[in-house]
Structure formats: C-alpha cells, structure tokens
C-alpha cells in the first residue's frame, strides 16, 4: 500500500483510529454471540486491538510529543469496514472482519515504508501487521465453521451462532 501521499500523523491517527474501531466492533461481536468458545475468540481479539492502539499512541506521542491526540471521525485512509447489522449472518460478518484485518495488514506495512530510517520501529510496525494476518487466519477458521453451521440451520449453545 503506497501511502505516501499522507502525512506521517494523519496515518498514525488512521492505525489509532482502525484499532479503536476494531477493539469495539470485536467487544460487540462477543457480545451478541451465545457460543462461549467464539465469545472468547472475539474477547481476545478485541484485547489484542487494545494492544495495538497502546502500541501507536505510544509512536504518537514519541513523534508528535507536543500534540494532543485527536482521532479523526472519518479515517482519511479509506479502509474496509464491518457491517454489524443484526440480519447479516455471522459468516458474512466475519468475511467483513478478515478484509478489515488483510487490510490493517497492508496498511501498517506501507507505515513502516515511512520508517526505515528507524529500524526498530519499523520492525515493530511489520510485528504489528503480521499479527493482523493471525487475527486474520484465526478469523478464517471461524468464518468457515459458521458457514458449516449456518448451512445445517443449527442452533445449538456449543455450536457457532450470530447474530
């Protein structure tokens, strides 16, 4: 992903941005689902977002040290979004969640692009993007049982349900 064409902290905002985004949407989707296994997976997925966001206010405020942080409403990186809308099955939410990580992928690479007159952030910054495709394969996994699932018309408690 080329992203020079951004300034360096409206990118940084961006990965703040994505990664709030993200941990609440995760928070959500273990909210609505009754199977404790897929509850759990989402808990941790949205903890490990947390992480993530802990990780870039730190680069914020190391880079930009005399400026407050102020997420932009709408990130100025178009990025994918997920759509949480109760009727859509939890596969499709799910594909949703896989294009969103694939991307944060692709995105913190191009970050670290900006980085590499700074080796350890920029390592860092591709630690950070290659936990994103385990988000995504984790996601892969739980995607593929739903659509078992959702194709059966199951609903049992130790099975993968939405919402």
Same mark, same amino acid.
């Given at each position: ?5 951004? /300034?360096? @902290?409206?990118?940084?905002?961006? !990965?703040?941005? !994505? @990664?709030?985004?993200? /941990?609440?949407? =995760?928070?959500?989707? !273990? ?28 680069? =914020? ?24 809308? @109760? ?14 990580? /694939? ?23 591709? =630690? ?15 995607? @593929?049982?739903?659509? /078992?699932?959702?194709?059966?018309? $199951?609903?049992?408690?130790? $099975?993968?349900?939405? !919402?």
């Amino acid at each position: 992903m080329d992203l020079k064409i951004y /300034k360096l @902290e409206d990118l940084i905002l961006t !990965a703040l941005k !994505a @990664e709030t985004d993200s /941990k609440d949407i =995760y928070a959500k989707l !273990a909210d609505r689902v009754e199977n404790f296994l897929l509850k759990d997976r989402f808990n941790f997925l949205s903890n490990e977002e947390l992480k993530h966001y802990q990780f870039f206010e730190a680069l =914020y405020k190391q880079d930009f040290p005399d400026k407050q942080i102020v997420l932009p409403k709408k990130s100025p990186v178009p990025l994918p979004e997920i759509n949480l809308t @109760e009727s859509i099955p939890i596969s499709d939410i799910l594909q949703d969640a896989m294009n969103a990580e /694939k991307s944060a992928h692709d995105f913190y690479l191009g970050i670290a692009e900006q980085y590499h007159n700074k080796p350890e952030i920029e390592k860092m910054l591709i =630690y950070v993007a290659k936990m994103e495709m385990g988000h995504y394969r984790l996601i892969e996994i739980e995607r @593929e049982n739903a659509e /078992k699932f959702e194709g059966y018309n $199951m609903d049992f408690p130790l $099975m993968h349900i939405g !919402a």
